[in-house]
RNA sequence: GCUCCCGUAACUCAGCCUGGAUAGAGUGCUAGCCUUCUAAGCUAGAAGUCGCAGGUUCAAAUCCUGCCGGGAGCGCCA
């Protein structure tokens, strides 16, 4: 309904639609109006003053008004404009939770998750697996086609120093596949290595090892291993909704990543230096873009000061700075891709722009097509949380702790449930639970591991949500015959409902332009929000309003379920 | 030392991109609301030098510069 004032203002003023389009705004009272136009900006142009102006364009307009709009005034320099609710009411009970497919139609791959073998999987790779699974749906729901890739890192030196461990002190421990077990193989191995750094050789030769391929012994080990880590992998992705079209591993990149290395230092883009192979990147003058993630505000022409990339360790085995170089480009040899989107955790922003820029020196043209989505880590309230100390909260033992907890609630507020029907909303409410508090902030955010804070399903969370939800589907439930749909007065919740509902495609556009999940979160809290005003002020079932009523909670719980859907969160019809 | 990110109520955050009318939530606290559609809910209240200082503007939490505080990164981890 915006673009009738858009469009009666631009033909009025004589200013272009799209600047209208960005000077009308909400008011921040409902008393005001629906929308507003500020006259500060006419002032000279019309050389009057701006109150002035704002109370001639709102008789002006009041004379006739257009469809749509009940009502114009003017509130010192603001032109305010009433819609007409019913019309309102009418639009949104029609096309609820639509998102019009704007033909995109583009191939995109979002590459995310990137969980290493051997290695712990704790809560702080929740968040870029939410993100990215979010942004996969996002992408779909605006009818492009996704690829989602994981990338995994099951070679290199973690592996190495797993291996080292588990040969040297735990060979009597069978293999297990359990998640806990192969992540403390890998802290004590780190432990042990800090202890005594010449322990480090034995690992080294260990690396060279596994590189060449030639001791079978551990390369059956590795294989093992790696299959364990990957299945236990599978399990949690299962748990939150994920999946992947792609799975590229870095070990298959590896020996194409030498010999992308050894070629960028016969083009002479990269160097030898003190037995490494490197990319000078500190001084560049050529002309460079900016390909810093979305959040990362000004763009910037100016050369960046890079520093030196390290392609390859000066015993010659690959780093996944080359790997990464091969990667980018396997990735539209294999897809012909629009766009490639990387879900990179902020830590790893220079690596992202010496990437970036390696492939633009090789002439790579598709560097244009690659982004990266940024987001910031999460830390324990005691520091970084981290895989190598096991200084972290493992994703399994969260989940034990906060499923239980989600069980519960609910075992107090219902009775008669099988147990798999237990298990099963413990786990859909303990997920919801963990991956809104993931996706809810602003993506530039480091967010702080508070388990107390974790536990709570109250308020800004995703079992409130959930809830919300539940209540609405409960009431369809209820209903025996359908009554006509009536439109009578509108209750102030019944307006603000609706106009939330309204709103839904424009923010999943914005979100989906940001690359930012958590504006669709805010707005499902929101939406959220205002049903549960409206349950509590509107009685649905008997009412006389009750067609429309029913119409209006069924368009609320459409909306939501798409929200949280495009969240990668699933909902319950009851809790 | 250099680069990037963050700094809004006691706590956790939204709003900043695209500047506008008395800065919004949640938690916690205080006081209410379950014989009517699920109280994981709702209503009301107390609570803010929007880190600091300049600048741009009719107008700055929002844009620019500097400083302070916290975090991350900066040659053989990923």
Redesign the pocket.
Known sequence: MKDIVVKLIAKEVGLKMGDVE?LV?I???ED??DF?F?C??LAKKFKSNPMKIAEDLAKKFRKELPKGISNVDF??A?V?FFIDKKILAKGVLAGAGVIEKKARGEKIMVEFSQA?THKAFHVGHIRGTSVGESLARMAEAFGNSVIRANYQ?DT???VAKWIWCYNKYHKKESLKKDESWIAGIYVDAIKRLTKNEKLQEEVNEINWKLDSGEDEALNKLWKETRKLSLDALEIIYKDLNTGFDKYYF?SEVEQEGKKAAKDLVKKGIAKV????T?IDLSRRDDSSKDYSAE????PNDKD??L??W?LL??DGTA??SAKDIVLAQKKFEDYKLDKGIYVVA??????MLQLFKTLELMGFKNVDKLKHRAY??I?LPT??MSS?TGDNVLYSDFKKEIVEY?RK??SE?VSGLSKNELDARSLV?AVAAIKYSML???M?????FDKK?AL?????TG??LL?SY??AS??VR?VKSKKAVKILDLKDSEVRLLKKINSFEEIVA?AYE?LAP??IA?YAFELS?MF??F??S????GSEEEGFRLKLVDAFRITLKKSLDLLGIDVLE??
């Open positions: 960005n705004e008011p921040p009272k005001m109006g507003a500020p500060f900006g509130n010192g603001y305010n290493n890192g290199g030196m973690h870095e230096d003190e037995g490494a490197i959040h990362s505000g000004e960046k000061n520093g030196v390290v360790r000066s780093l996944y902020d830590a790893q922003n220079l690596h910031g880590l830390r520091g970084k190598r989600a609630g609910l507020r409410i809810k902030q602003d530039g955010k480091t967010i702080v804070e709570r399903f109250e308020g800004d079992p409130y809830y539940a209540r409960s009431i209820k914005k940001n958590n504006l805010n929000q549960n005003e349950y509590h509107c009685p649905v079932l009851s809790m």
